[in-house]
């Protein structure tokens, strides 16, 4: 009897076995499908990574790290990790406060006796609570001096000079702020006596293997002169040229990928997809910070006023909230639980990461261009780690791009009729009034060929035609009337945006102003 007892609980384990593997087998699939698909879409342009319980799943390339040479991406190429870069300062941070070194609660100032904002603590710079001014704090150094690439040296003196003072009283609001970043990683220095990126790489990068990955340091080990770096690429007038060109090259997106590109602490480090891969592993592994440390760093914040902060999903789309831990987004999402990790952008760049704790899945996603379908794909990549089904791929067209197109190089009468020709083919071509704004707003103030405000108009116009009852039509066609000197036929569209929108203060200011002239 016990033999035969053994025998069926001995079939019973076999058999779950048998359906794990093959549920697993099958959500593989899945996502070597989707992966295809994406792919022949060209919806991607850079690496994803995908890992359960530490054993990677897929690790996938796709397009150019350089479309100028056709470069292509693979998984050894290396990404600005923008963002993704607070949580290595989050856990310096939190290594020194287990060593004794700090306390969360230290003023700033006991560190930086030239900081002048005496209340705000390291808590609240990890926070992002500190009510600090962020990249505004440049824009007139960066004025004064174009070219100038501003690093940690230009933080506490700009913040002198600053007269606005701080936003809010220290830890009552959560806003999202760079600069505090760049002063932490300061205090780390002051308190190790090692330069930052020192510090990184001996217990860090080191610890976790990370062999790949490196601070960029201006003006000598920059990231900018990297070969194994990717490319930053944008579309400069993505509704009627889908070329790409460099994000540095564009004046538009000098500030933030240029001017602001030497500093440390609150991004600029350079790794890889297998990087953070290892570094996801070392870190929930216990090997850079005690396991009560990590569960400290995933705490929702909490505000002065004692309520947790909880804000709008940022790249995951769909159902869930979201809030801030120390250095680390934190997801509460229905279908998959709690997940943390980072996103992070530049003008050109996307990145990702996030670990599942309660299923323990890693998703390592980085994109040169920034696509548009970046959080589809983020979000898809979540679904399908935990048994859902992605997304829909859009696979259609947008109308704003066929009439933009047609329009810069056949005039508006061949922009008109190409547009009705495929307008009512829903299952191909979509309609967007964002887009269609967005394509005025390119030909009037980023194109310079000749007639390109005389586009504009015409863009500005069919939008309030085909979205009559949108306040923003009128008050975007309003705006391009204005910028050409139509000053009366302004006057008439911004009246009509107000009708529609009473509340509208930017609105009935600039007509206050037209009405003066």
Not at 49 to 77: C, M, Q, W
Not at 183 to 190: F, Q, S, V
Not at 474 to 501: F, H, P, V
């Amino acid at each position: 009897m016990r033999r035969l007892l053994l025998q069926t609980l001995f079939g019973i384990v076999i058999f779950n076995m048998t359906v794990k593997n093959t549920d697993a087998q099958n959500s593989n699939s899945k996502i070597e499908s989707y992966f295809n698909e994406i792919s022949k879409l060209n919806q991607l342009n850079g690496n994803i990574l995908l890992a359960r319980k530490g054993e990677v799943i897929a690790n996938k390339s796709f397009g150019y790290a350089d479309f100028a040479t056709h470069k292509p991406n693979t998984s050894g190429v290396h990404f600005n990790l923008c963002s993704i870069s607070k949580i290595f300062t989050s856990t310096a941070i939190l290594q020194l406060r287990d060593k004794g070194k700090l306390s969360l609660d230290d003023h700033v100032a006991k560190y930086l006796p030239d900081f002048q904002f005496a209340d705000i603590t390291i808590k609240q710079l990890l926070t992002h609570t500190s009510g600090l001014p962020d990249l505004e704090l440049f824009e007139d150094l960066v004025k004064q001096y174009p070219d100038t690439v501003i690093t940690n040296i230009n933080v506490i003196p700009e913040l002198k000079k600053w007269k606005q003072g701080l936003y809010f009283k220290p830890g009552n609001q959560y806003r999202y702020n760079n600069i505090g970043y760049d002063l932490l990683a300061m205090a780390i220095e002051k308190i190790t006596g090692s330069s930052f990126p020192v510090y990184l790489g001996k217990y860090i990068f080191k610890p976790a293997r990370m062999n790949e990955t490196y601070l960029s340091i201006y003006p000598n080990h920059y990231y900018f002169n990297d070969i194994t770096c990717v490319k930053m690429h944008i579309q400069s007038h993505p509704y009627y040229d889908t070329t790409y060109s460099y994000a540095d090259s564009s004046s538009r997106y000098k500030y933030t990928n240029y001017n602001f590109s030497g500093t440390q602490g609150n991004g600029n480090v350079i790794s890889t997809i297998g990087d953070i891969m290892k570094f996801d592993q070392a870190f929930f592994s216990g090997r850079l910070l005690k396991p009560s440390t990590l569960e400290e760093a995933f705490t929702p914040l909490k505000l002065n006023n004692g309520e947790t902060y909880y804000g709008r999903m940022d790249t995951y789309l769909g159902e869930g909230k979201m809030s801030y831990g120390l250095g680390w987004d934190i997801w509460e999402q229905p279908n998959s639980g709690k997940s943390v990790g980072h996103g992070g952008f530049m003008f050109g760049n996307a990145t990702f990461y996030a670990h599942n704790l309660k299923n323990k899945q890693t998703i390592i996603i980085f994109d040169n261009t920034a696509g548009s379908e970046f959080g589809r794909i983020v979000t898809s990549a979540n679904y399908l780690l935990n048994g859902d089904e992605p997304m829909e791929i859009r696979n259609s067209y947008s109308l704003a791009f066929v009439y933009g197109r047609t329009l810069v190089k056949q005039g508006p009468d061949a922009a008109a009729s190409a547009f009705n020709s495929v307008k009512s083919d829903t299952a191909h071509y979509y309609l967007s009034e964002w887009e269609f704004n967005q394509l005025g707003g390119n030909l009037l103030y980023r194109s310079s060929f000749e007639g390109h405000d005389r586009f504009a108009l015409e863009v500005f116009k069919i939008n309030t035609f085909l979205f009559p009852a949108s306040f923003n039509t009128y008050d975007s066609y309003a705006e391009g009337l204005r910028e050409t000197g139509k000053k009366q036929e302004a006057i008439i569209m911004y009246q009509k945006s107000i009708a529609l929108n009473p509340n509208s203060e930017e609105g009935k200011k600039n007509l206050e102003e037209l009405l003066k002239k």
